[in-house]
């Protein structure tokens, strides 16, 4: 069974900085996507930011520029380095390991437990 076990939440000034760090139990390059998704009080859970098998990486409209995601094969861990912190990117955030098949074409996801990221202003 894949385990994903998140790190690096916790509370911060606006403006400010943290990193998050998802470690995976198995190699995630069994995983053809892997990604953060945040989950505010009251609102749907969304993608953030997302890396392929081959390292391409992909972020919503409303982070880019200010963070940046990226994995380590070797380590099995996948970061999320967020910058230039504000308020509205208060949200329980969640590593996502996809595993997809083309025969028949369907997904898997994995998720990890989540880590709060609290930004004051």
């Known amino acids: 069974q894949v385990q994903l076990v998140e790190s690096g939440g916790g509370l911060v000034q606006a403006g400010g900085s943290l990193r998050l760090s998802c470690a995976a139990s198995?190699?995630?390059?069994?995983?053809?996507?892997m990604g953060w998704y945040r989950q505010a009080p009251g609102k749907q859970r969304e993608l953030v930011a997302q890396i392929t098998r081959s390292g391409s990486t992909s972020y919503v409209d409303s982070v880019k520029g200010r963070f940046s995601i990226s994995k380590d094969n070797t380590k099995n861990t996948v970061s999320l380095e967020m910058n230039s912190l504000k308020p509205e990117d208060t949200a329980v955030y969640y590593c996502?390991?996809?595993?997809?098949?083309?025969?028949?074409?369907?997904?898997?996801?994995?998720w990890g437990q989540g880590t709060q990221v609290t930004v004051s202003s």
């Open positions: 996502n390991a996809r595993v997809i098949s083309t025969t028949p074409l369907s997904s898997y996801d994995y």
């Open positions: 198995g190699s995630i390059l069994s995983f053809n996507v």
